[in-house]
């Protein structure tokens, strides 16, 4: 028992491989255990199974084995796959179960046998046991046979295909072993059950014995029709009816479905064909010919005897029918005749449909003249027979096929054969009258039998009542009849299933079968045959509706009788006021009429009575137009309200053409005339108002008639109308004198030209050419067109039955009127003559021949179908040797179809078939012109007749690589167009399947192209079933191509949408109406290639179930589809999502990992997204056409807003089947597919989605394969889709997969993925790197060295951006690399420093920092940023963006604003007061929580910085959430916003908190200020109130900020410079003056500037006006006012310069001054209007000079060729000009060496500058000045020699220069310390002044222009000795930067370069910081850290930042 604990533990599946018994068994019961318990057929669970089963049946130990069987059993009943299993599982039984000894186990195996035909897989179970009984073993046969017996008496012969088990049941019979002929003896019982004598014919051959017993069993078997018992999955509501049946213990409950329960199976389906013509005897056609009638009868007897044969093999029987029929004609000897129409009758029999070429094309349609003909012989008994023929004929047609052309002279000569001297005439012609009247009901016979006395008509009608239709079940042809010569004595019925003949074609399908019309629309035989004009429009001719659309028809009623019914329906004074010599009694007697008709029931009202009391005298000639108008206006009512007759119509219609013309009331009239044809349909009604108007002479009444025939036609459609009696009336009316008829006739033409076409013209061309033209004018007019759908005329009589047969009238009426042109008979002019000179053996008479049928065809135009012995003729010459002769004649038979139309039919099975033959030409030009010669012939006669018997089929068997090419290509193009085929396309299946298989590829590809067309109307199933035959190896590949057709398979064309109206229209019945709404809804663009009229045709739906006639059937996928598309595209499944996460992980399915996606992989979608994304959208998914995808692209965007949580459940599919989309070639698609997914993250970032792992996984591997696209479009695309995913799944797991990316082999991939790596450590920090920062850095520098340029870049920026975020440590992480790669990097990362602002800059807009109220901001945010912002404006945006970014200062990489909070600045500039935003209820910050942690919902995307500090991130995202508020567009949340924001500010201990926010609160405010401005003041509909209040808001809060000085030094000179311009436009406001309180919002604004010039950065603010100015000088619109403004603010700063000198940054402020004065050369200055600007310079700079001296030329170094500068020679001149005034000597020295004091290192220049200075101390006034000189020259030049200067002077001098310097130096020293944020940090204890800010220049140049690297080291040298720093020892000194003091910004023109201003700064602050430590003793000891210079600094605390340089050095140990 050891090992079975082994087993034991293993899984199910497992233990059902064991190669223990025990443990299958084991495993076996414990399946059938689990089998039983899942209840779900489609649960995973069953695919484990699917390749065990087959083991389950075939296990080789008999006791598990039954186990076995009993799970597999459970298996097939219960699982969704089980179908997969069958072929296997089958033979599994058929060969290891039934030979089994054991009882139960073959009873086992039959029921698995049958559970798979009940799950629809009975042909693969059937053809199973059939191949069993091949089997040696008797058992195995013996089992088959009970097996498929079994299965017949439970599912019936529908479902067990018969004719295979038929073939082989005479070779069982024969069999050696007796249980095997016994078990086939129940099997024959069992068949003959179900299909009767059908079974004879098979079973005569079988031993006579056997057959006398089967007999004997047949009898007794019971003649109820068997039923089905056992039913298919998809029967399920026929079972539920059967146990219903059953209950109640209905035993013949059953009659009505019994028809449908047993099809009736043929017999000569199921027989063998017999090949008879080789049998026939040698001498047959001599014989025939004999003059002795006794040889003639031999020859006969022996076709006799070969005709028995039920089935006949297809041959060329021509010559044979060809002599019999001339016996039957021409023979003397009777009984002859009788025995060649007996073989006849035989051939046809046996040949069924094939039969159909030779009879001329047998529908009772075409035989018809030859009928008739025949009824007129002397011969009464002829005539009996004719009409008994006629009455069997009759009882095989519908309503349809029975049109009233056929009726009319098929009736006209029966009524003479009723009144026949001949009583047996007189009895079949009643006969034949009453099956007509059955079949076509009493609307369309009773006009015929109108002259009938009343004891006939009865008669009639009591045949009618005896006879049995046909019709109904599907019946047989009467086409078996030659020509209807009555000698064959009645037409032998064949059954249904053959389908054959025409006529019974036509009668599966509604619509009559008229000769003609050509069959466009998809071999339908179209209806509406013109001459049925009378009483058959419209609906009343539906054949569908058989007798309910039966017409009002009533008897003409006596007057007196009308007046009794009207009497008593109208009131009395009415009736006798009716003819009152009164006009106005006769006005109060109609008014009254009229309430009456409105006020009665329908049921009840007598129209004829009615009507006929109008018509009393004065009726019609009544004299007063008010009576008469509302005369006319009753007609209408009782029209359209009751149920109005033709007899009451004939009653008023003469009176109302005779008004139509009447000015007054001819409008009446016409209403009255359109409710009549309403009501009577148009065709009769037209017919009988144009006589009438014809058979007067009034000509207004003929024009207005026409008037209004043209308006009806448009509203009631063209149906049924008679062309030939209009085209006479017109005729007739253009030829009329009157020019308003002419008119009115033409414009007729025109509206009938809409519907008839072209072929119009056709009968008028012998009108005079000045007509001619007016008619083509008009028809020009109408070209182009479409005729518009009919909104009336769906009588109510109609049902409303919506069906198609109506629309296709409308087609076709083009070619019936084709169909009523005079054609020739040229029958006479192809004589015998002729014939033989076209068969004459030389090529030249030939020819001749040839040209006169040419000239012939020529002349006659049109011709009629008789054309003598043409055909043959012409035949021959198709394979005439001469190809020239070849191409003439089929260049005859083009022009032979269009000379004889539609009745070129008849020729297509002898002419039209030889023409395909000649595509096997081995000529180019040959094969082209027969090409031709098809399709006309095709135009003419439709598809149908080509496609029917073996014809078709027989050509493709011939192994002609050219017929084969040809004739495939043509059935390709012309299969998609037919809406049905007949079944015989099947034939050619075959064939098809050996073309794919061709040696000729061009045949290989036709085949390939023909697949799609042939499958769609074939299907899948038949054509895969086809494949049967063929070799395994074929069979496979053709499988295989049969597929991939499946996916290319065309739609079905839809049925014409002419009445797409009708539905809709009011008329339609209710039923339809929602259905159409529904449709409606779903929209165009979600249909599919279906033209779009089809949405309203939906209603046909309904209608499905009439589909039984055939007709419907091809339309029915198209309905279903479309009403599909209304629901849901994505459906929710529960839990679906989850589930298939679960198999995906326990591995139940493939895991979403490929290379290139296979099939497998496809189907495995296509599977998991059945149940949940609509059918049709899968569909159009899973196209093999791209543009397919693209429509279901555009329908997923159409529905993903309004679907959003079926794409969330769906979203692991949507995403997987993208994946495929990224694998297509198709550029479209990708922009689609990209497109979509833009989209769908936006809205799963709204909507707060995270991706699962299993999403991300199976997704964004693929979407970075796109990343590496060739075109930038789609890597623009990918990129941004990678950004916008980082909001739904966090980034440091994109960096994993983007990772990965950079593997790729793809170069562009590589280094896309790179730069996207940077972009996302630049916006999340180093956290992002995964696994660690180090690994990653790592394998991001191994592509430094990659050989693809771009890639190295890429590698080299990327890492340049972590460094920039991450600073030095970047090397240590990155670990040792090459040489060669290190030097590339470390020359990028001092490129880099030297552009502050190449650093790439992201918009902070893609962090996904959620903060709580994200939404309540977003609606207005959520725009993007507008487009026609001007660049100012945009600048300004992305500035403000990258202040966000930066604004966390140096502690913590930047903290972020999340989307929601940005402002969208261009949205709130937009100036033209349209962003009226609406803003939700705003949340009200609690400010004293500010210093406290916000929680934040747990963030998906980690803190972002190793020394992330949460307060500052809480803190910052509350304040900028307030601050974009601030600019809102709704003035309470700015003014609650200011509110906030000025409370913070009042309270000294939260006013840090908004230091680093302070630019961008001016922004906001300036933004405010300029929207109050543009948009606020213009309102008219503002109360100006709230303005004051929120003007008194920003300036109170801005006063609050611009006390704390601190604070107020952030703000940088861009923003100052627009708060400046902002604050002095509003001083220059009128409209504020005007404001009540205006002149005090003036006043604060004065008292907050003067503030803001105190208390900003001193240098940034004089830059700022310095810009300011320019830019209002430079502008023509700013007003004068404003530049004086500007200069005042100027001369205050002048004013506190004297105070401010030392903190201000004079290098920039000279730089300022220096490019005002090139754009403001003095010349251009003295031209201002005002003096004031150059005496503000003057003085300004003046100011400068007193204030510093010559040193005032040291500050020039920002100053790029001092030379060009008009500034230094300007302050040259003041220097020189105040030494002048104080009376110096050394002046002129000092004017020499003025230019360039840096520079004078020569001994004798440095004597006469101290020489200078000495003078200075010596002089009283100056000695404070020489001794600051002389300090700072020590300090500049610490070598510098004064000694000499001392030793000369006195010992007091000596000691009291020495203690001045001292003094000095404490002086500054202490300064430096003092903690004012004007001076920046010193470094090395040395004490700078302040005044030698230079640093910008080590930024660059802030104009932008390049400075060679000279110029830079020059400076260096100066600034190192400024610095008293030792040129010598450079190395180990730490960078620039951190030495010189760090710049409170450098010059900035405006908002725009804070770029590089923020840029620098947060470099160099971070700069600072590394070597900070370096030297971490001065550090303490000169007091650093006391200020943080930068404007984004946020604490100004020691400790804080003590404790911080700890926390920086420890990380770096």
Same mark, same amino acid.
């Given at each position: ?37 899942i209840?779900?057929e ?28 009993e ?10 796959v ?21 009882a ?29 009984l ?19 008496s ?29 078990e ?17 014919p ?7 014995v ?10 007794k078997?019971?003649s ?35 028809? @449908? /329960? ?6 000569? *389906?199921? !027989?063998?064909? =017999? $090949?008879? #013509?080789s &049998?026939? %005897? +040698? ?5 025939? @010919? /004999? ?6 009868? *031999?020859a !006969?007897e022996? =076709? $006799?005897? #070969?005709? &028995?044969? %039920? +089935?006949?093999?297809?041959?060329d ?15 003397t ?11 006849l ?23 018809s003249?030859?009928?008739l ?19 069997r ?31 047996e ?52 042809g ?91 329906v ?48 004065p009726g ?47 409008s ?11 009501a ?8 009988q ?60 033409l025109?509206?009938?030209?809409l ?44 049902g ?11 087609e ?19 004589t ?19 040209d ?18 043409l ?7 198709l ?8 191409q ?19 020729h ?18 040959v ?67 050996s ?54 398979m065309?739609?079905?064309?839809a ?19 929602p ?17 779009d ?17 055939g ?52 189907e495995?979608?296509?599977?998991q997204?059945s ?16 543009q ?34 990224f ?12 497109e ?18 299993n ?9 970075i ?77 191994t592509?430094?060295g990659?050989r ?59 962090k ?15 725009k ?34 999340p ?41 998906k ?65 300036f ?6 401005y ?130 201000i940054?004079?290098?920039?402020i ?7 004065m ?30 510093k ?35 110096s000597?050394?002046?002129k ?9 840096e ?38 030049y ?15 001098f000596?000691?009291?220069v020495?203690?001045?310097?001292r ?79 760090k ?11 804070m ?22 003793n001065?550090?303490?000891s000169?007091?650093i ?29």
């Open positions: 028992m050891g090992d079975d604990s082994e087993w034991m533990k293993l899984p199910i599946d497992q233990k059902c491989e064991h190669k223990l018994w025990k443990a299958r068994l084991n495993g076996y019961e414990e399946a059938l255990k689990l089998f039983q318990k209840d779900d489609k649960s995973p669970e069953w695919s484990k199974y699917l390749g065990l089963i087959k083991k389950f049946v075939t296990d080789s130990n008999a006791v598990a084995q039954l186990k076995g069987l799970a597999a059993l459970a298996y097939v009943e219960n699982a969704h089980a179908g997969k299993t069958t072929g296997e599982v089958a033979s599994g039984v058929v060969n290891k179960v039934f030979n089994q000894p054991k139960r186990a073959k009873e086992l195996g039959l029921d698995i046998c049958l559970m798979y035909i009940e799950i629809e897989k009975g042909e693969a179970v059937q053809e199973e046991l059939l191949k069993g091949d089997n040696k073993n008797p058992k195995i046969i013996v089992a088959c046979i009970e097996t498929l017996r079994k299965a017949l439970e599912f019936g012969s529908k479902i067990i295909s018969l004719k295979p088990i038929i073939k082989v049941l005479p070779k069982l019979f024969e069999s050696r072993e007796k249980a095997v002929r016994d086939a003896k129940l099997l024959a019982v069992e068949i003959y059950r179900w299909i009767r004598d059908a079974l004879r098979p079973l005569q051959n079988i031993n006579s056997q057959l006398k017993e089967l007999e004997e069993e047949w009898v078997l019971s109820a029709a068997p039923k089905q018992t056992r039913f298919l999955r998809s029967q399920q509501e026929l079972k539920a009816k059967f146990e219903q049946q059953q209950a109640v213990g209905d035993a013949d409950g059953g009659g009505d479905d019994g028809d @449908e /329960a047993v099809p009736q199976v043929d017999a000569y *389906e199921l !027989l063998e064909a =017999v $090949e008879i #013509l &049998k026939l %005897p +040698k001498d047959f056609y001599d014989k025939i @010919e /004999a003059k002795k009638w006794q040889e003639r009868k *031999e !006969l022996a =076709v $006799e005897m #070969l005709v &028995k044969n %039920p +089935k006949l093999e297809a041959g029987y021509a010559d044979l029918v060809k002599v019999l029929k001339k016996v039957v004609g021409k023979d000897n009777v009984m002859l005749v009788a025995l060649a129409a007996k073989c009758a035989g051939l046809a029999a046996g040949l069924r449909k094939k039969f159909g070429q030779y009879a001329g094309h047998t529908t009772l349609q075409n035989i003249e030859d009928v003909a025949v009824m007129d012989n002397k011969n009464p008994t002829i005539k009996q027979q004719t009409s008994l023929f006629i009455a004929s009759f009882r095989h047609c519908s309503p349809s096929t029975l049109p009233k052309s056929l009726l009319k002279p098929f009736c006209a000569a029966l009524l003479k054969h009723i009144n026949d001297s001949a009583p005439v007189r009895d079949a012609g009643f006969e034949a009258l009453g099956t007509a009247l059955k079949v076509a009901g009493e609307k369309a016979v009773n006009p015929f039998l109108a002259d009938v006395d009343k004891l006939k008509l009865d008669r009639i009608k009591e045949c009618a009542e005896k006879v049995e239709l046909v019709y109904g079940k599907k019946m047989g009467t086409a078996d009849k030659k020509e209807g010569k009555p000698a064959i004595g009645k037409a032998p019925v064949l059954s249904g299933a053959a389908g054959d003949k025409e006529t019974k074609d036509a009668a599966a399908k509604p619509g009559p079968l008229k000769k003609a019309p050509a069959m466009k629309s998809g071999g339908l035989p179209k209806k509406g045959k013109p001459a049925a004009a009378a009483g058959m429009g419209g609906a009343g001719a539906k054949g569908k509706k058989g007798p309910e659309t039966k017409e009002i028809f009533e008897s003409e009623l006596s007057i007196e009788v009308c007046e009794e019914k009207a009497a008593a109208l009131p009395a004074s009415c009736i006798q006021q009716l003819d009152s010599g009164n006009w106005k009694e006769r006005l109060a007697c109609m008014e009254e009429f009229q309430k009456a008709v409105e006020l009665m029931e329908r049921s009840e009202m007598p129209c004829q009575a009615l009507v006929r009391m109008l018509a009393k005298k019609w000639k009544e004299t007063n137009f008010q009576v008469m108008q509302i005369k006319l206006h009753i007609v209408a009512l009782v029209a359209q309200k009751g149920n109005f007759s033709k007899t009451s119509a004939q009653i008023v219609l003469d009176g109302l053409v005779d008004k139509v013309g009447d000015v007054k009331c001819g009446n009239a016409k209403e009255a005339m359109t409710a009549i044809a309403e009577c349909q148009l065709p009769w009604t037209a017919e108002v144009v006589a009438m108007a014809f058979s007067q002479k009034n000509p207004k009444n003929q024009s207005e008639t026409l008037n209004w025939l043209s308006n009806a036609i448009r509203e009631f459609g063209f149906s049924g109308l008679n062309v030939k009696a209009f085209i006479s009336n017109v005729k007739t009316a253009l030829a009329a004198t009157n020019p308003a008829v002419r008119t009115s006739a033409i414009t007729l025109g509206v009938m030209y519907y008839v076409g072209p072929p119009l013209r056709m009968f008028f061309e012998d009108e005079k050419p000045a007509l001619l033209s007016q008619i083509d004018a008009e028809f020009e007019k109408m070209q182009g067109q479409t005729a518009p759908a009919p909104t009336r005329g769906i009588s109510r009589h109609s409303g039955s919506g069906d198609d047969g109506e629309e296709e009238e409308q076709d009426v083009g070619n019936d009127v084709v169909d009523l042109l005079p054609r020739t008979d040229i029958g006479d002019k192809i015998t003559e002729l014939v033989s000179k076209i068969g004459d053996k030389n090529w030249k008479i030939r020819k001749e021949g040839l006169e049928v040419t000239s012939i065809i020529n002349d006659a135009k049109f011709i009629q179908p008789n054309i003598g012995e055909p043959g003729a012409l035949k021959s010459r394979n005439d040797s001469n190809k020239i002769l070849v003439q004649t089929l260049s005859i038979l083009q022009q032979l179809a269009a000379a004889m139309g539609p009745n070129i039919k008849q297509v099975k002898n002419l039209g078939v030889p023409i395909i033959t000649v595509l096997g030409d081995s000529k180019n030009t094969r082209a012109a027969a090409l031709a010669t098809v399709n006309a012939w095709a135009e003419q006669t439709g598809m149908k007749e080509w496609l029917e018997g073996e014809d078709l089929s027989e050509e493709l068997k011939k192994e002609n690589p050219f017929l084969r090419q040809e004739l495939l290509g043509w059935l390709a193009e012309k299969l998609p167009t037919l809406r049905s085929v007949p079944s015989d396309l099947l034939l050619c299946v075959p064939h098809l399947y073309c794919l298989e061709d040696r000729n590829g061009d045949v290989r590809k036709k085949a390939q192209d023909a697949l799609p067309s042939f499958m769609m109307h074939l299907g899948f199933e038949k054509m895969a079933k086809a494949t049967g035959k063929l070799k395994p190896t074929s069979k496979d590949q053709v499988l295989a191509m049969l597929e991939k057709a499946k996916a290319n065309p739609a079905k064309p049925p014409p949408a002419k009445a797409s109206s009708r539905v809709v229209g009011g008329a339609a019945p209710a039923k339809f109406q259905t159409s709404g529904l449709a409606e809804d779903s929209g165009s663009n979600t249909m599919e290639s279906k033209p009229p089809k949405k309203a045709k939906v209603g046909g739906a309904s209608s499905k179930a009439k589909g039984v006639q007709k419907k059937v091809p339309t029915k996928p198209n309905l279903k589809e479309d009403d599909d598309k209304s629901g849901p595209i994505f459906i929710i499944v529960p839990n679906g999502k989850e589930q298939r996460m679960k198999d995906e992980k326990g591995l139940k399915v493939l895991k979403w990992n490929f290379t290139t996606p296979r099939d497998e992989y496809i495995q979608l296509k599977t997204m149940s949940c994304v609509a059918k049709w959208l899968q569909d159009e998914m899973f196209h093999a056409d791209f397919h995808h693209n429509k279901a692209l555009a329908v997923m965007i159409e529905h993903l807003e309004s679907e959003k949580d079926g794409v969330i459940s769906c979203l692991d599919l949507i995403l997987k089947w993208l994946t495929l989309r694998f297509d070639t198709n550029t479209s698609v990708l922009m689609k597919a990209l979509y997914l833009k989209l769908l993250f936006n809205l799963l970032s709204q909507e707060e989605y995270h991706l699962t792992e999403e991300a996984s199976s997704f964004i591997p693929y979407l394969l796109k990343v590496g696209e060739p075109k930038d479009v789609i890597r623009k695309d990918v990129r941004a889709i990678l950004n916008r995913m980082c909001l739904i799944y966090p980034a440091s797991k994109m960096f994993t997969f983007i990772m990965e990316g950079t593997k790729s082999k793809n170069s562009k991939q590589r280094a896309e993925c790179l730069e996207e790596l940077g972009c996302l450590v630049e916006s999340y920090g180093m956290n992002v790197c995964q696994p660690t920062p180090g690994k990653a850095l790592k394998e991001m520098a592509h430094i990659d693809d340029n771009t890639v190295r870049n890429a590698a080299l920026n990327t890492i340049v951006t972590v460094y920039n975020v991450h600073g030095d440590q970047v090397f240590k992480l990155i670990g040792n690399l090459s040489e060669k790669d290190m030097s590339m990097l470390e020359e990028r990362i001092k490129r880099s420093a030297k552009r502050p602002a190449a650093a790439p800059v992201r918009q902070a807009e893609e996904p920092q959620r903060v709580q109220n994200i939404n309540t901001n977003a609606s207005m945010l959520r993007g940023p507008a487009e026609d912002m001007s660049s100012k404006l945009k600048i300004m945006y992305r500035t403000y963006r990258i202040q966000n970014r930066n604004m966390g200062g140096h502690s913590e990489t930047t903290h972020t604003v989307r929601e909070f940005q402002l969208d600045l261009d949205e709130i500039e937009n100036d033209n007061g349209t962003v009226r935003c609406e803003m939700p209820a705003l949340v009200q910050h609690k400010l004293d929580d500010i210093f406290e942690p916000v929680l934040i919902p747990e963030p995307i980690r803190a972002v910085s190793p020394h992330f500090d949460d307060l500052h991130s809480n803190t910052a995202s509350t304040i900028n959430f307030v601050i974009s508020q601030v600019a809102s567009g709704d003035i309470n949340t700015s003014i609650q916003a200011l509110a906030q924001i000025d409370e913070v500010l009042r309270q000294e201990d939260k006013a840090e908190a908004m230091s680093g926010h302070i630019d961008q609160f001016l922004i906001a405010t933004m405010q200020l300029r929207l109050i543009n948009t606020h003041m213009a309102d008219e509909k503002l109360d100006k109130d709230e303005i004051v209040k929120l003007y008194s808001c920003i300036i109170g809060s801005m006063i609050s900020l611009f006390q704390i000085e601190s604070l107020a030094r952030e703000a940088s000179t861009g923003v100052l410079k627009d708060l400046m311009h902002g604050l002095i436009t509003l001083m220059l406001d009128s409209r504020v003056e005007d404001l009540e309180e205006g002149e005090q919002v003036i006043r604060s604004v004065n008292l907050l500037v003067v503030k803001v010039l105190e208390k900003s950065d001193q240098t940034n603010i004089l830059s700022a006006l310095l810009v300011l100015l320019q830019d209002s000088l430079l502008a023509t619109a700013s007003s004068p006012k404003f530049s004086e403004l500007v200069m005042k603010c100027l001369w205050r700063m002048v004013r506190l310069l004297p105070e401010t000198i030392n903190s940054n004079l290098d920039r000279l730089l300022d001054i220096h490019i005002f090139k754009v403001f050369p003095k010349e251009k200055l003295k031209q201002c209007k005002s003096e004031f600007p150059i005496r503000t310079l003057k003085t300004l700079l003046h100011t400068l000079c007193k204030l001296g010559p040193k005032i030329l040291d500050h020039l170094t920002m100053i790029d060729n001092k030379n060009e500068s008009e500034l230094e020679a300007h302050l040259c001149r003041v220097m020189k000009h105040s030494m002048d005034q104080t009376g000597k050394a002046d020295e000092m004017e020499k060496g003025a230019s360039r004091i520079e004078k290192s020569s001994k004798a220049k440095v004597n006469d500058i101290l020489a200078e200075i000495f003078k200075k101390i010596g002089s009283k006034e100056n000695t404070k000045e020489g001794l600051a000189e002389l300090y700072e020259y020590k300090k500049k610490s070598d510098a020699d004064i000694e000499p200067f001392l030793k000369n002077s006195s010992q007091f000596q000691s009291y020495e203690r001045g310097l003094l000095i130096e404490t002086e500054r020293e202490g300064k430096g310390r003092i903690p004012s944020t004007g001076i920046p940090p010193q470094m090395e204890g040395t004490c700078v002044p302040a005044s030698t800010n230079t640093v910008s220049s080590s930024i660059g140049n802030t104009n932008g222009e390049e400075v060679g690297p000279s110029v830079y080291l020059e400076r260096l040298k100066i600034l190192r000795q400024r610095c008293g720093l030792d040129n010598a020892k450079q190395e180990d000194r730490p960078p620039l930067t951190s030495v010189l003091s710049p409170a910004v450098p010059a900035v023109a405006s908002s725009t370069d770029l590089h201003s923020k840029l620098s700064q947060l470099r160099e602050s971070r700069e600072q910081y590394q070597h900070l430590d370096l030297d971490s001065q550090t303490h000169s007091g850290g006391t200020t943080m210079a930068s404007p984004s600094s946020t604490a100004a605390n020691i400790d804080d930042l003590k404790k911080r340089l700890e926390r920086i050095k420890s990380s770096r140990k």
